[in-house]
């Protein structure tokens, strides 16, 4: 299996701030032949279920702010909230879907300073 | 616009068996599939399986394999995920989430609200 780990297990961060979310997958999700990262991002906030912001690692879902950005190639990937909002306070999720069984990072829960 | 809809919370008692029913709108089921995702409480996110709301191909997380089946009815546009010979440890909020049609090689871009499960003697 390919294991997700994220880091920082949390974060907070001051309103109009940079916060950054790393994850590092135990081996490469990207695939040669499309140039694709097979690598998503979700945020899910507490009693709701998840909400894929990301996806192909940089690849931003239609409806998503701006300020979510994802960066990164083979193993090592960042999602980044330009200036945080005190709509963001959640959990974020960093997952493979290059190979089966599907696998998630443990979680980075985000708060405001 | 797409929706998910699952069925309601479950009490279930160990060795028992669940079935959690997820019902899609707003856009062609055939043309997706289902994946379905697992949450401990205070937990991750656990992936289960996929099953293709073409031809119900199925992909079973290994760990759960023997103890899970991912069905359709597509003239109903519905999922159904059953898991049998609960365990206290199944606990956990189910999600259904959209996935790709043929394949699990593809981000969960709608998700069902989910269905509390509890197993508890």
């Known amino acids: 299996d390919i294991v997700m780990t994220q880091s920082p297990d949390s974060l907070a961060v001051s309103l109009g701030e940079r916060a950054t979310i790393n994850c590092k997958s135990s081996q490469s999700v990207l695939y040669t032949s499309n140039n694709k990262n097979y690598l998503a991002w979700y945020q899910q906030k507490p009693g709701q279920p998840p909400k894929l912001l990301i996806y192909?690692?940089?690849t931003r879902e239609s409806g998503v702010p701006d300020r979510f950005s994802g960066s990164g190639s083979g193993t090592d990937f960042t999602l980044t909230i330009s200036s945080l909002q005190a709509e963001d306070v959640a959990v974020y999720y960093c997952?493979?879907?290059?190979?089966?069984?599907?696998?998630f990072g443990q979680g980075t829960r985000l708060e405001i300073k | 616009q797409v929706q998910l809809v699952q069925s309601g919370a479950e009490v279930k008692k160990p060795g028992a068996s669940v079935k959690v029913s997820c019902k899609a709108s707003?856009?062609?089921?055939?043309?997706?599939?289902i994946s379905w995702v697992r949450q401990a409480p205070g937990q991750g996110l656990e992936w289960m399986g996929w099953?293709?709301?073409?031809?119900?191909?199925?992909n079973y997380a290994q760990k759960l394999q023997g103890r899970v089946t991912m069905t359709t009815v597509t003239s109903t546009s519905t999922a159904y995920m059953e898991l049998r010979s609960l365990r206290s440890d199944d606990t956990a909020v189910f999600y259904c989430a959209r996935a790709p049609r043929t394949t699990i090689r593809g981000p969960l871009d709608y998700w069902g609200q989910g269905t509390r499960v509890t197993v508890s003697s």
């Open positions: 707003g856009y062609t089921f055939t043309s997706y599939g």
């Open positions: 997952q493979q879907y290059y190979n089966t069984p599907i696998t």
């Open positions: 099953i293709s709301g073409n031809n119900g191909n199925t």
């Open positions: 192909w690692a940089s």
